[in-house]
């Protein structure tokens, strides 16, 4: 019996990276880059994950090699990196993870429980009510690790993390930051 996988090719792809897929850029196994004919998720090896996790930001161009394979049971392409190369910011785009604050919302069933889609849709409406939802990006996550305080929600300015902040309080932290 043959593998799994039939390896096709080589590629070498350049591209925009738009973020990775996942709960948090250091654990994600996975990036998303945008080409030319869309956009495209490929596996991180292990030993480039973390490493990729803290020195990549979105919008930059990269050239991505690697390998890829054809699932012979479900006729999927998968795309195996084995090295990534930044090549600089693209031009004709601002990184708008810079000028942008993220809200981690856990979706997990303990905090949507606890109230965690409340909390989502609350900070939904106060944010749009202020009109800061295009400054603000809402991303719904798995488990943050601190159930004991569920519903739970984590607010990033920058480099700095705000943690169990209520919904009014972030849209005025937001404001003051903005």
């Given amino acids: 019996m043959g593998g799994k996988y039939l ?3 080589e590629f070498n792809l350049e591209g925009q990276f738009l973020g990775f897929v996942g709960n948090s850029s250091a654990d994600s196994k996975y990036l998303r880059l945008a080409i030319a004919s ?5 596996k991180l090896p292990k030993q480039l994950r973390a490493y990729l996790g803290i020195n ?3 919008g930059e161009l ?3 090699f690697g390998l890829s394979k054809l699932n012979t049971h479900n006729g999927k392409i998968k795309f195996k990196v084995y090295g990534v190369k930044p090549l600089g910011v693209c031009p004709n785009q601002k990184n708008p ?3 942008k ?3 981690l919302v856990c979706q997990k069933s303990g905090c949507r429980k606890r109230g965690g889609k ?3 849709s609350e900070l939904e409406k106060i944010l749009c009510d202020r009109g800061l939802q295009d400054k603000v990006i809402i991303e719904e996550t798995g488990c943050l690790k601190c159930c004991s305080s569920a519903p739970n929600c984590i607010v990033q300015l920058g480099q700095k993390e705000f943690k169990k902040v209520h919904p009014e309080a972030i849209a005025s932290l937001l ?3 903005l």
């Fill in 62 to 64: 990269l050239r991505i």
């Fill in 56 to 58: 990549l930001q979105p």
């Fill in 118 to 120: 409340g909390l989502l």
């Fill in 38 to 42: 869309g956009e495209v998720q490929l």
């Fill in 101 to 103: 604050a993220k809200i």
């Fill in 97 to 99: 993870q810079q000028a």
């Fill in 175 to 177: 404001e003051d930051h």
């Fill in 7 to 9: 390896t096709l090719s």
